[in-house]
């Protein structure tokens, strides 16, 4: 089955910046696409950035242009997500996933707190 496992979350300064990862392990097929959700608590989880594997095509949330980077590196299996700016609504656990053949997986969640 795969496995998603987020790092690099932790308590950041407002203007600051922090970058978090996530390594893909445990399937056989073609990753499809990669990318970053998050949620507050008591909120909806939201689209935050994804990726074409394949390609390295890129979108991103409205909220995330100018100040987030979706990146992948293929040999690791890993996608990162690079925060500047950061704001105090961007706190919020953020998920990783991953569409593998014709299934959805996410990782458990790493939890980024913008605050002085």
């Known amino acids: 089955q795969v496995q998603l496992v987020e790092s690099g979350g932790g308590l950041v300064q407002p203007g600051g910046s922090l970058r978090v990862s996530c390594a893909a392990s445990?399937?056989?097929?073609?990753?499809?696409?990669m990318g970053w959700y998050r949620q507050a608590p008591g909120l909806e989880r939201t689209f935050v950035a994804s990726?074409?594997?394949?390609?390295?095509?890129?979108n991103y949330a409205d909220s995330a242009k100018g100040r987030f980077t979706i990146s992948r590196d293929n040999a690791k299996q890993t996608v990162y997500l690079q925060m500047n700016n950061l704001k105090p609504e961007d706190t919020a656990l953020y998920y990783c996933?991953?569409?593998?053949?014709?299934?959805?997986?996410w990782g458990q969640g790493t939890q980024v707190t913008v605050s002085s």
């Open positions: 445990g399937y056989s097929s073609s990753i499809y696409t």
């Open positions: 990726l074409y594997w394949s390609t390295g095509n890129t």
């Open positions: 996933k991953a569409i593998v053949g014709m299934k959805a997986y």
